[in-house]
């Protein structure tokens, strides 16, 4: 039972360390960070609900900064309890998109006749990766401010693009004569 | 906004053409990006969500007209939904100075029906509609704040 504590203190020690280290890494200046938003354009016009700009814009530092600017603690409770909805709802979305990737993968992958054992088994360790750090920030956001996760949010986002490409280059899809006609 | 991009939307001359027109007589005369998103959804039938404009369709047709006034749409909700919290306020002001009702009255009816739901564009993803309603509700709050401050101030 102890060792069960022990275990699970050193995982939020862990995640609260890589956190912390994360957010020290990703901060950019105000001006850099107005030249990225503007510099993409109108990507989103095209993009089919796979939108770079949304955890950013939902753990937003400067929004929680100019609410806090405001000093009313029932404007600052109900940020709160918004931006705790919306990162919920993002959350859930984005483990859907991972495992939507990975049963696609693993779909493709039984028809595969030349399996990279070694590239399978790192995809394998970054979907594992990604769901845990996507638990791990649904707890960080119901129990935190609502900017915490910020840094773990941007790189799970890189994250889960290296995994479309990582999926991408392992197996690519297969043509459609060979996929079966029906399944059981 | 990028003359390439527009023209990857528009692939018709005509919607081009159109769209251009829009810009030129009236968009680029309403202040503010919320002003002109209202303005786009207000040419949005209810029930069926088609887009019409009389004096565009008569220069342009109604499909070159209705790829306009939907990529305009898109493009201004993309800019809001973009934008941080504190421009977004900047942007409720506009709208408030620009509307012919009181502040205090418009509050009152937008805090309680909530009418810019009806603002948003058909073909977006949900979660940046989320994000973009959820962002115009606080802004909404931070308004109503400053008014009630204001208010009491000696």
């Not at chain 1, 050193?10 to 850099?32: C, I, N, Q, T, Y």
């Not at chain 1, 845990?132 to 401010?145: D, H, I, K, S, W």
């Not at chain 1, 986002?157 to 059981?184: D, F, T, Y």
Request: proline share 5%; with cysteine.
């Amino acid at each position: 039972m102890n060792l069960v504590i022990l275990l699970f203190v050193l995982a939020a020690v862990l995640m609260w360390a890589s956190l912390h280290f994360l957010r020290a890494k990703d901060r950019l200046p105000v001006g850099e960070k107005a030249e990225v938003g503007l510099s993409n354009g109108q990507a989103e016009l095209t993009a089919g609900g796979d939108l770079p700009f949304l955890g950013d814009a939902i753990f937003s530092e400067a929004d929680w900064d100019f609410i806090r600017g405001e000093h009313s603690p029932v404007l600052t409770e109900l940020f709160r309890e918004e931006r705790r909805g919306l990162a919920a709802r993002w959350l859930d979305k984005s483990a859907e998109r991972i495992r939507a990737i990975r049963e696609d993968h693993l779909r493709n992958s039984r028809y595969s006749q030349d399996l990279d054992v070694l590239a399978e088994l790192k995809l394998l360790a970054l979907f594992v990766y990604l769901i845990t750090l996507c638990r791990c920030m649904l707890l960080v956001v119901r129990v935190a401010e609502p900017t915490t996760p910020r840094a773990l949010a941007l790189h799970f986002e890189k994250m889960a693009n290296r995994l479309g490409r990582q999926q991408g280059a392992a197996l690519p899809p297969l043509p459609v004569e060979e996929l079966p006609r029906s399944r059981p | 906004m990028n003359r390439v991009n527009k023209t990857a939307r528009l692939a018709n001359p005509d919607a081009l053409k159109a769209y251009d027109d829009l810009w030129q007589r009236t968009l680029g005369k309403i202040p503010g990006e919320l002003n002109r998103m209202i303005y786009l959804a207000s040419t949005r039938d209810y029930n069926s969500g088609r887009y019409h404009h009389a004096g565009l369709e008569a220069s342009f047709g109604y499909d070159a007209v209705k790829q306009a006034l939907e990529t305009a749409h898109q493009e201004i909700f993309w800019k809001l939904t973009r934008s941080s919290l504190e421009q977004l306020v900047a942007e409720l002001e506009v709208y408030i100075r620009s509307s012919a009702e009181s502040p205090e009255e418009l509050l009152r009816t937008w805090r309680t029906l909530q009418p810019y739901r009806v603002a948003i564009p058909l073909e977006v993803d949900a979660m940046a509609a989320q994000l973009l309603l959820s962002n115009l509700k606080l802004g909404l709050e931070v308004l109503q704040k400053r008014r009630s401050q204001q208010a009491t101030r000696p």
